[in-house]
């Protein structure tokens, strides 16, 4: 069962979305999410980015067109 986000929720994931979107095309690519999760973790050897990558796309690009749109995004975090 999904629980509905709020507004405040909502706006908080956009503002989110929109500084891993950084040429701002209303779609997050590999590159910019393999550059997020480099500023999460950092330079750490143990961790497979290329990997990491892949399976957050296999999760959340609903319909594999290689992009996370915000609709693919937030209904993940719902
Ligand atoms: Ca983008
Ligand atoms: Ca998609």
Same mark, same amino acid.
């Given at each position: 069962?999904?629980?509905?986000?709020? =507004? *405040?929720?909502?706006?908080?994931?956009?503002? /989110? #979305? =929109?500084?891993? %979107? =950084? !040429?701002? *095309?209303?779609?997050? !690519?590999?590159?910019?999410?393999?550059?997020?999760?480099?500023?999460?973790? +950092?330079?750490?050897?143990?961790? %497979?980015?290329?990997?990491?990558? =892949?399976?957050? #796309? !296999?999760?959340? %690009?609903? *319909?594999? %067109? +290689? /992009?996370?749109? /915000?609709?693919? /995004?937030?209904?993940?975090?719902?």
């Amino acid at each position: 069962m999904k629980i509905p986000l709020n =507004q *405040n929720q909502i706006e908080d994931l956009r503002k /989110f #979305f =929109q500084e891993v %979107d =950084q !040429d701002h *095309n209303g779609k997050i !690519d590999k590159e910019e999410l393999k550059q997020l999760l480099e500023t999460i973790w +950092g330079q750490n050897a143990e961790v %497979d980015l290329t990997k990491a990558v =892949q399976s957050t #796309f !296999d999760k959340c %690009d609903l *319909n594999k %067109d +290689g /992009f996370i749109t /915000f609709e693919e /995004f937030i209904s993940l975090a719902s």
